[in-house]
């Protein structure tokens, strides 16, 4: 950034910052990496929607990690499926591609639970992270059987589009 101050009046001047494409860094962890949080309950799972309220991660986005917070232990149902889909629900990426993979009542029975997706066992968990979006990303939970209570929250950590040159 350059100041030049006038010798008569001692007004200063500024001519802005210096463009260095990043060369030299210096940008701030914080807007370059952004979190996401959904919290549902059982009986209200996030669906996709063209509703302007429900929040959706940028096209190009690139999720790094997604965690899933038990809040109130969770009873009765089999397992939840959790994906990123589009606006009309398709997943996005391959369809394999997901957050978890059957998470199952076992995994959720407990308030201390955190489940990051990257270190789940099911057989596609983790494939939808650190791969760019190719469409705008809206949480979608889907329940295999009848759970009777519960309540959860999917906190995602990921890399705005464009943060890198």
Same mark, same amino acid.
């Given at each position: 950034?350059?100041?030049?101050?006038?010798?008569?009046?001692?007004?200063?001047?500024?001519?802005?910052?210096?463009?260095?494409?990043?060369?030299?860094?210096?940008?701030?962890?914080?807007?370059?990496?952004?979190?996401?949080?959904?919290? *549902? %309950?059982?009986?209200?799972?996030? /669906?996709? %929607?063209?509703?302007?309220?429900? *929040?959706?991660?940028?096209?190009? %986005?690139?999720?790094?990690?997604?965690?899933?917070?038990?809040?109130?232990?969770?009873?009765?149902?089999?397992?939840?499926?959790?994906?990123?889909?589009?606006?009309?629900?398709?997943?996005?990426?391959?369809?394999?591609?997901?957050?978890?993979?059957?998470?199952?009542?076992?995994?959720?029975?407990?308030?201390?639970? /955190?489940?990051?997706? %990257?270190?789940?066992?099911?057989?596609?968990?983790?494939?939808?992270?650190? /791969?760019?979006?190719?469409?705008?990303?809206?949480?979608?939970?889907?329940?295999?059987?009848?759970?009777?209570?519960?309540?959860?929250?999917?906190?995602?950590?990921?890399?705005?589009?464009?943060?890198?040159?």
């Amino acid at each position: 950034m350059a100041i030049e101050i006038g010798a008569i009046r001692t007004v200063s001047k500024n001519f802005g910052t210096r463009k260095t494409n990043q060369k030299y860094g210096g940008r701030v962890a914080n807007d370059l990496i952004k979190t996401a949080i959904w919290t *549902f %309950s059982y009986d209200d799972l996030p /669906v996709a %929607s063209t509703n302007l309220l429900t *929040f959706t991660l940028p096209v190009g %986005s690139i999720p790094l990690e997604a965690y899933f917070q038990v809040l109130t232990v969770f009873a009765g149902g089999t397992s939840y499926d959790i994906d990123l889909v589009d606006s009309a629900g398709t997943a996005i990426g391959s369809g394999t591609d997901k957050l978890w993979d059957l998470i199952s009542l076992a995994e959720i029975d407990a308030t201390t639970t /955190v489940l990051p997706a %990257s270190l789940h066992a099911g057989t596609n968990s983790g494939n939808a992270l650190f /791969v760019p979006l190719a469409s705008a990303g809206q949480l979608k939970v889907t329940a295999a059987g009848t759970f009777t209570a519960g309540v959860g929250a999917v906190i995602m950590e990921y890399l705005v589009p464009g943060a890198l040159p």
